[in-house]
Nanobody
Framework: QVRLVESGGGLVQPGGSLRLSCAAS????????MAWFRQAPGKEREFVAA????????YYVDSVKGRFTIFRDNAKNTVFLQMNTLKPEDTAVYFC????????????????WGQGTQVTVSS
């Protein structure tokens, strides 16, 4: 059973940056594809980004391409989401997820989830 714990959320002004971290325990994340999702108030959960087991390929929803970067450090059992040029519409609870299979795009589910970390972009 993989346990995921996110950190790094907070309040940031538009145009600012945040780096989210997801620390895994109970398993080796090199065995899992890792992803970030987000859910804004009143909206459905949205796929944001995913990275392959080795970190050699990444995938993003169109709205964050060029601004967000997902990367992983398997030695530290941690995956990150670097978020730059943040916009108010990025405000959401961000969730880390793990799955033996790599899945990307809308309407997908992963096997293991963290509890989420709040990101608020506001002036």
């Amino acid at each position: 059973q993989v346990r995921l714990v996110e950190s790094g959320g907070g309040l940031v002004q538009p145009g600012g940056s945040l780096r989210l971290s997801c620390a895994a325990s109970g398993g080796t994340i090199s065995n899992y594809a890792m992803a970030w999702f987000r859910q804004a108030p009143g909206k459905e959960r949205e796929f944001v980004a995913a990275v392959t087991w080795s970190g050699d390929k990444t995938y993003y929803v169109d709205s964050v391409k060029g601004r967000f970067t997902i990367f992983r450090d398997n030695a530290k059992n941690t995956v990150f989401l670097q978020m730059n040029t943040l916009k108010p519409e990025d405000t959401a609870v961000y969730f880390c997820a793990a799955d033996p299979l790599l899945r990307v795009g809308p309407g997908i589910d992963y096997d293991y989830w963290g509890q989420g970390t709040q990101v608020t972009v506001s002036s």
